[in-house]
């Protein structure tokens, strides 16, 4: 795997400063923002666009990796054989080099729109108390959400509550597809036991946790109708709503161990 054209100065930095003007009862003040920087990445497979993708720089090769996983054209580490970086001076592009059934599924038409992924991995149990402790783990890592108050992160962590990889962007969507993308191209997929968002439980990101087999999905905020579909579908335990003292769960009850199971 290659990688050329190194990303340099201001342009590839994942914030800049704009200018505002901040409205208060007392009067306004002309002042400046950090803000989360937003740029387009093209993927190409075959020398054909393949997605174009406004992202937050870095980690483009674990969002393309996340990303075809997602929409199952990737299944092992042996289907991406090479991946190169070109960096233009208005969009950002990464080739990607497929293995023989990679390629033929990048040209199947795709599945139903409410279709889900893989069976998660068998035998997963997570402790509850545990849930508190990988939430206070993602808060401490969200140093792009600290500058700029407009980003969502994803962590990846083991039955333990190891983290395995961590991932902000300005898309939640980008951000899920960047976290277990990095996991993908370690071929380090089996630890991986729960996958922590910032973000509601869309239909879209319960479909790219299950796509990964996922075990459980935890997310700080609501699940739609489809997403606990998808979740009931495919297997897989998903927990919302996250707070220091306790969460909901919407489907998968059994995975998580209460303290007299633990």
């Not at 009862?25 to 002042?31: F, V």
Request: net charge neutral; hydrophobic share 45%.
């Amino acid at each position: 795997m290659s990688e050329s054209g190194a990303p340099g100065g201001r342009r590839n930095e994942r914030t800049l400063s704009a200018a505002v003007l901040r409205w208060r009862t007392e009067g306004t003040a002309a002042e400046r923002a950090v803000v989360v920087r937003e740029e387009p990445l093209e993927i190409h497979l075959a020398q054909r666009l393949f997605a174009r993708i406004m992202r937050t720089p870095g980690q483009d090769a674990a969002l393309a990796a996340g990303l075809l996983l997602a929409e199952g054209i990737l299944r092992d580490r042996d289907d991406l054989t090479d991946l190169t970086a070109e960096r233009g001076p208005d969009v950002d592009r990464l080739h990607v080099t497929l293995s023989p059934p990679a390629r033929r599924r990048a040209t199947e038409p795709q599945g139903s729109a409410v279709a889900c992924g893989r069976t998660p991995r068998a035998g997963v149990r997570i402790p509850a108390a545990i849930f508190s402790a990988l939430l206070a783990e993602l808060d401490l890592r969200q140093e792009l959400r600290a500058l700029s108050h407009g980003s969502h992160a994803v962590g990846t962590f083991d039955a333990r509550g190891h983290l395995l990889s961590f991932a902000e962007d300005a898309g939640r969507h980008n951000a899920m597809d960047k976290a277990i993308g990095e996991l993908f191209l370690r071929d380090a997929l089996e630890p991986l036991a729960v996958c922590l968002t910032t973000s509601r439980a869309s239909f879209e990101m319960a479909q790219k946790a299950s796509g990964a087999g996922v075990p459980v999905l935890a997310t700080v905020s609501a699940p739609t109708s489809l997403a606990i579909q998808c979740a009931q579908d495919s297997g897989m335990t998903l927990v919302c709503r996250l707070r220091e003292r306790g969460f909901e769960i919407y489907a998968g009850a059994e995975r998580i161990a209460r303290p007299a199971d633990a």
